[in-house]
């Protein structure tokens, strides 16, 4: 268990390759796409971001096992519990709120304006940089020791 603790901070590195690979890379691309209708889009998106959020989830449960185990550092306390948090929001409220979204257009709806997208996308930019912040705090203690 020390060990798999030691090197935690490969995960939030490979969380990282995650989130710019899908929310950053793999979203903009899919709606690019000339082929693609926007609900077959907008399904396969569904699909993506619910097993990216599986595996964050997974991922966030992980990192605090790592924390609570390891560190006592406030940086990496501070950005675990963030990450953390991020994770429940997206989980628990603006995933459900996006499907439910995507539903609607999926069926030919018009659904009401909604702000969740772009809280969605600013909570990725943010759990982004918590991510780096982390991993590169966790690699210096790494270091030290």
Partial sequence: MKKLVNYGFVVS???M???LSISFMEAWVKFRVVSLDL???????QHVFGALNMVERLFSVFL???IFYKFTDKVIVTAGLVIFTFIVAQSGYLL????????LIMQGMEPEKSSVHKMYILMEVLKLGA??????RQVKLFKEN
């Fill in 131 to 136: 991510l780096f912040v982390l991993g590169l």
């Fill in 17 to 19: 390759g995650f989130i």
């Fill in 64 to 66: 605090l096992i790592v």
């Fill in 39 to 45: 609900p077959t889009a907008l399904d396969v998106g």
């Fill in 13 to 15: 590195f490979i969380w």
């Fill in 96 to 103: 459900p709120e996006l499907n439910e979204h995507t539903q």
